[in-house]
């Protein structure tokens, strides 16, 4: 079935551990983006990408890194976890900057 | 700044119609989704609008007015399978998508 995968499904993580979420899609979609979704606060981007090979920063990308070295897989980094970036985080991605996004189904870290 | 207004929480009852509005202050105007997510999972895509007046799809419809930097998501006959909350998000200039916090909607019976 296509779609996007997101693993792992959540993660409980030490402060000062360097973690990678990762993020595939099978939909041939030129443009990836990641997301964190916090209480009340909505979806903020962290980063994006908007064709293999280019990436960029959105909201909130302070304490994160991604990289696309093809066009299916879009991991996230954090290079040395705080507590402040528990959330739970979408990977999603369209066709074209204006087209619909679709979501994979979420990683929920807790970093403590 | 840029910002998406949307109401926090709305209450309604099963079988009703409920109207979801969306306010929105943006650098540029390309387009306007409204998504659905349920509690726990990923939104999904419910409409698209970029020209003003009403989409109307099943039992959702959406309507536009960029003048008025105004949209509203329009639920008939609701159903308690529609609760959840409901997202505005906006493509600016940039083509950067600006999304809202969120209205959650509760069906009672």
């Known amino acids: 079935i296509a779609g996007i995968t997101q693993a792992p499904t959540s993660q409980i993580l030490a402060a000062g551990r360097r973690m990678t979420l990762r993020c595939t899609q099978d939909?041939?979609?030129?443009?990836m983006y990641w997301y964190r979704q916090d209480l009340g606060l909505g979806l903020r981007l962290i980063h994006y990408s908007n064709t293999a090979g280019t990436t960029g920063k959105g909201e909130v990308p302070d304490g994160y890194s991604v990289s696309r070295a093809n066009t299916d897989d879009f991991p996230l980094t954090l290079a040395s976890a705080v507590p402040s970036q528990t959330s739970v985080y979408f990977c999603?991605?369209?066709?074209?900057?204006?087209?619909?996004?679709?979501f994979g189904d979420g990683t929920r870290l807790s970093i403590l | 700044g840029q910002n998406i207004d949307q109401p926090t929480e709305m209450t309604a009852t099963e079988g009703a119609i409920v109207q979801i509005n969306c306010t929105y202050q943006?650098?540029?105007?390309?387009?306007l989704f409204w998504y659905q997510q349920h509690a726990g999972e990923a939104p999904t895509f419910l409409s698209y609008?970029?020209l003003d007046g009403l989409e109307e799809k099943g039992r959702f419809s959406s309507f536009l007015s960029r003048s008025k930097g105004y949209s509203y998501l329009l639920l008939k006959e609701l159903q308690m399978k529609d609760s959840a909350s409901y997202l505005c998000a906006v493509i600016n200039s940039n083509y950067q998508l600006i999304w809202g916090a969120g209205t959650k909607l509760i069906i009672k019976p």
């Open positions: 943006t650098s540029g105007f390309n387009g």
């Open positions: 999603a991605s369209s066709p074209g900057s204006n087209q619909p996004q679709h």
């Open positions: 609008n970029v």
């Open positions: 939909m041939r979609h030129n443009a």
